[in-house]
């Protein structure tokens, strides 16, 4: 069992340098270091993948939080290329737990698009064939972090349950594939260091994992795309290097 284990998450890992075979990639939970009403947070990091993403969290008064945010990645191949496009807003809370440690929990609502194209093996036969994708989402996220004098670092965990409009795989013919909804779990860790004790800009780095939670209830036998099709399911890997700028747009 733990041979397979590492197999399965060695794969995991190799497959997320080359940005996975899934034609939904999630945008990565949203990280909240906020303490103070009027202050606000937008990141901006790049997946190894080189998927950009931009968010911001902003605390209009209170404990109250408001989140948004886009991802993007553009198509770079005809055959062999994945791009997507999507966006999100959420609200949610923070909960001070003594002078360091904070919890925050978000819920939201978001949209996008997706398309892949990869390397399909038919009857022995190599080709290529592109999934596509039109989704909707809603998430909520729980995390918790600690905030000292020089950065944070934390974890946060999202359960996303994401919502098919179309989801077509195309070889041959297209097919239109048997699942219109699937949950996905998204466990992260997250690392903010600043420049200089006022903390308002910072370099962030994050390693997180998404994935399905019932994979096997979905009926493939039926296609004889099964193989291939199976592989909009896959599990991935984020990773990603960004920077926090930490502006308080009123005072308290």
């Not at 729980?142 to 994401?162: P, Q, T």
């Not at 370099?203 to 909009?232: N, Y």
Request: glycine content about 14%; overall charge positive.
């Amino acid at each position: 069992m733990i041979t397979d284990y590492l197999r399965r998450y060695s794969a995991l890992l190799a497959a997320s340098l080359l940005g996975g075979c899934a034609v939904y990639t999630p945008m990565q939970p949203t990280i909240a270091t906020i303490r103070t009403p009027g202050q606000a947070e937008v990141a901006a990091s790049v997946q190894v993948s080189g998927r950009a993403e931009l968010t911001a969290v902003y605390c209009p008064g209170g404990n109250l939080l408001l989140t948004g945010g886009a991802t993007y990645l553009p198509k770079n191949n005809d055959t062999v290329f994945y791009t997507t496009r999507q966006w999100e807003l959420g609200g949610g809370g923070y909960v001070p737990l003594g002078k360091n440690w904070q919890l925050t929990a978000l819920g939201g609502y978001g949209a996008g698009y997706g398309n892949r194209g990869l390397v399909s093996y038919h009857q022995q036969t190599r080709g290529f064939a592109q999934f596509e994708a039109r989704f909707s989402k809603l998430f909520g996220q729980a995390g918790l972090a600690y905030i000292g004098k020089w950065g944070s670092f934390g974890a946060v965990y999202r359960l996303s349950k994401v919502q098919f409009s179309q989801l077509d795989y195309r070889s041959r013919t297209t097919t239109a594939l048997p699942m219109s909804t699937m949950l996905r779990h998204e466990p992260m860790l997250f690392g903010r260091v600043g420049f200089n004790e006022a903390q308002r800009w910072q370099i962030q780095g994050t390693i997180g994992f998404s994935g399905v939670d019932h994979p096997g209830r979905t009926d493939w036998t039926a296609f004889p795309t099964g193989i291939d099709a199976r592989r909009a399911l896959d599990d991935i890997m984020l990773l990603s290097l960004g920077v926090v700028f930490r502006p308080q747009l009123h005072k308290q």
